[in-house]
Each structure stands twice: as C-alpha cells, then as structure tokens.
Nanobody, 123 residues
Framework: QVQLVESGGALVQAGDSLRLSCVVSGRPYRNYVAGWFRRAPGKEREFVSAIRATGETGYADSVKGRFTISRDSAKATVYLQMSSLKPEDTAVYYC?????????????????WGQGTQVTVSS
C-alpha cells in the first residue's frame, strides 16, 4: 500500500549537481518525517538528510552546505538537491518515511523505505 519510489540517480563527475526525487504514495501519515540515507560499497547505511512537516531539517556533516532537502506536499514528493558532488558521495541513496515524533538521524525511526537509486561520482 505505502510505496516510496526514488529516481534521479546517475553517473556524474566530481563537482556536478544532481537532484533526487522520492514520490510517497499511500498516505502513511498526515505529518511525517522524510529522510535520505545512503549506503556506500563496503560501508554501513548512513544518514544524509531529513525534513519534518514543519520545515525543520537536518544534515550529516559530510554533506552540509552541499546538499539541500525539500518537500512538495501537493505532489507528495521529497527532494534531495546535491551539488559539488565528490567521489565519496557514491552510494545507493534511499528515501524513508517515519512518524512525526521520530528523531531525524536514526534509521530505526523510519517505517517505510524505497528501493534506492544509484549515484556514482567519478573523479
């Protein structure tokens, strides 16, 4: 019923920009926390960014100043605008949705996850 579908992943060069999109269907919650996580080869899943219905946002130190998260309620879509991409940003990016009370940075606080979209940044 509830589905999250990511799109926008691509192969780009260092310094390029890219925008990821996540369409949320099935109305999981009225006001939900939407987050982006990523898993790089050989590494554990890590927090990237998240946003609440109030507009409050959070970012990992590694992407702060380069990535921007936003949401369009009318389209039920969450975006992740990425700029100044680095090779270390290479990973599968996942979007997720959780209860409004969830802490932004904790994966277990999210109830629904997308299948992921691959972002590869060459040097």
């Amino acid at each position: 019923q509830v589905q999250l579908v990511e799109s926008g992943g691509a192969l780009v060069q260092a310094g390029d920009s890219l925008r990821l999109s996540c369409v949320v269907s099935g109305r999981p919650y009225r006001n939900y926390v939407a987050g982006w996580f990523r898993r790089a080869p050989g590494k554990e899943r890590e927090f990237v960014s998240a946003i609440r219905a109030t507009g409050e946002t959070g970012y990992a130190d590694s992407v702060k100043g380069r990535f921007t998260i936003s949401r369009d309620s009318a389209k039920a879509t969450v975006y992740l605008q990425m700029s100044s991409l680095k090779p270390e940003d290479t990973a599968v990016y996942y979007c997720a949705v959780g209860l409004p009370s969830s802490l932004l940075r904790i994966p277990r606080g999210y109830d629904y996850w997308g299948q992921g979209t691959q972002v590869t940044v060459s040097s």
